[in-house]
């Protein structure tokens, strides 16, 4: 696609269930990135893939946090067992390598609100 | 670690100049970049500084100086639509081959009529 594509845009969900965010890098980007952005905050580093190398996930805040990627194509990011403080906007972002941090493209993220 | 520090509100008026600062304190880092976020959307990417010195792109530029721990974007001729949250980012070495960026808490930039 013409940009990254996050679904859903919004998510209302009850502390404890289990919810998935999808991303759709662009295409040729070998390298997708999660970040979370609480209200009036800066970005918060989640995980990292690049290419078929194992992902870095030293930015995943408990074990209830996962992430997959099929190749160099879709990302899911699965928090199970929501808590309140999850809530946040959910940003996905790829790069054509990671070469070069400061040329990310983001999507227009999933806001997450746990009740 | 890393932290990076930006004032967390800036005003100015139509056609004036803005310039945001970012300080920080890291062990090391490739570069500095800036990103421009409006209400509810994508941060976008604006500028990047590897080396010291002024990078310039159209009404923007950037600056970086890693003997004082400082950058600062500037804003010129400001437009309506410049209004947004503007972040300072660093990609630490400590990342090392992951070139994950390490954001800072933003700056709210209104600009008035």
């Known amino acids: 696609g013409a940009g990254v594509s996050q679904s859903p845009s919004n998510k209302v969900t009850e502390k404890g269930k289990d919810v998935e965010l999808r991303c759709d890098p662009i295409?040729?980007?070998?390298?997708l990135y999660w970040y979370r952005q609480r209200l009036g905050q800066g970005l918060e580093f989640l995980i990292y893939?690049?290419?078929?190398?194992?992902?870095?996930k030293s930015g995943l805040p408990s074990d209830r946090f996962s992430a997959e990627r099929t190749g160099e194509s879709v990302s899911t990011l699965t928090i199970q067992r929501t808590q309140q403080e999850d809530s946040a906007v959910y940003l996905c972002?790829?790069?054509?390598?990671?070469?070069?941090?400061?040329?990310?493209?983001f999507g227009e993220g999933s806001r997450l609100t746990v009740l | 670690g890393q932290s990076l520090e930006q004032p967390s509100e800036v005003t100015a008026v139509e056609g004036a100049i803005v310039q945001i600062n970012c300080t920080y304190q890291t062990s090391g880092f490739y570069g500095l970049s800036w990103y421009q976020q409006h209400d509810g959307g994508a941060p976008t990417f604006l500028s990047y500084n590897a080396l010291d010195g002024l990078e310039e792109t159209g009404r923007f530029s950037s600056f970086l100086s890693r003997s004082d721990s400082y950058g600062y974007l500037l804003l010129q001729e400001l437009q309506m639509k410049d209004s947004a949250s503007y972040f300072c980012a660093v990609d630490p070495i400590s990342s090392g081959s992951a070139r994950q960026l390490t954001f800072g808490s933003g700056t709210q930039l209104t600009v008035l009529p």
């Open positions: 972002a790829s790069s054509l390598s990671g070469g070069s941090a400061g040329e990310l493209f």
């Open positions: 295409s040729g980007h070998t390298a």
């Open positions: 893939f690049q290419g078929n190398s194992a992902p870095d």
